[in-house]
């Protein structure tokens, strides 16, 4: 395959913001620029199923390993799911034990397991059999079923395919529909979910979604006032707060703006040092 390192022309003078992607040849970094997709290409190669980011702390679940920091390897095994929270790293295997490596320590510990692990974002856990929480070195049950991803920042949020559910006294629906991702930034006060046909963001008040209509997202990352998305094709689409309709994206009235960053698929996305908290954490 041929390299994927393309220029595109971008405003330097505005600041770049880092992408990473998840896909089935290797991570990959993507630089943005306001909503301008700049310079991409691999940053490491290998079968990457997940991303997590806190800080800039950084773990990748792939097919051989859990992989940190520089992509050192961990000794693991094989992950699908990863999360970051302060000093430890969470990470699901295939075969749904979830484990914990704290920073300094030579192993992973093995915390308890789930049935088909899907996602993670920080110490929760997002499983076929419900949303799961790592609290006091063990895997607790915390509601709903056949979930497909979390998000962790301030109030935790989960999807499933029938509905998007914040946690308060209870599991609440927010909204009907047949969700694949979700998430916010560190201190939950931006939050984004999607659907096969829509993005959902959530409004300054809090409280209601606003619908964008783009198609394809598998998973998406918020960060200040900039929201990036993946595609199950491998493209990136950005949405920057004042974007005006029409300046780009798939749908002719909308603001994103979409780029093919020559991967064959997307799993996960992050902004390391941003704070946002999905693709993990």
């Avoid at 896909?23 to 306001?34: A, K, L």
């Avoid at 949303?131 to 079923?145: I, K, M, P, S, T």
Wanted: glycine share 14%; hydrophobic share 40%.
């Amino acid at each position: 395959m041929p390299t994927i390192d393309e220029k595109r022309v971008y405003d330097a003078r505005t600041g770049t913001t880092r992408a990473l992607v998840a896909s089935t040849i290797g991570v990959v970094r993507v630089e943005v620029s306001d909503d301008i997709v700049g310079e991409f290409g691999i940053e490491h190669r290998c079968t990457a199923r997940d991303l997590a980011t806190a800080g800039d702390a950084l773990a990748v679940a792939t097919d051989e390993d859990v992989l940190v920091g520089g992509f050192e390897p961990t000794d693991h095994g094989p992950a699908v799911a990863v999360g970051v929270d302060g000093d430890a790293t969470f990470a699901a295997a295939p075969d749904g034990t979830v484990s914990r490596l704290v920073r300094g320590a030579d192993e992973w510990e093995a915390l308890g397991e789930v049935e088909e692990p899907r996602r993670m974002a920080g110490s929760l856990v997002a499983a076929a059999d419900g949303v799961h929480r790592v609290r006091g070195g063990v895997v607790e049950y915390v509601g709903l079923d056949d979930v497909r991803d979390v998000a962790a920042g301030g109030v935790p949020l989960a999807v499933t395919g029938e509905a998007l559910y914040t946690l308060g006294n209870g599991w609440m629906r927010d909204l009907q529909g047949d969700f694949r991702a979700v998430a916010t930034d560190a201190a939950g006060e931006r939050a984004v979910a999607a659907t096969p046909e829509e993005v959902y963001e959530r409004a300054d008040d809090g409280v209601e979604w606003d619908a964008h209509p783009e198609a394809g997202v598998v998973d998406a990352a918020v960060a200040s006032e900039l929201l990036v998305a993946v595609t199950d094709g491998g493209e990136i689409r950005v949405h920057a707060a004042g974007a005006e309709p029409g300046d780009g994206g798939a749908d002719a009235g909308s603001p994103w703006r979409g780029r093919h960053i020559g991967v064959p698929d997307g799993a996960a996305v992050v902004l390391p040092g941003s704070g946002s908290t999905d693709g993990g954490e």
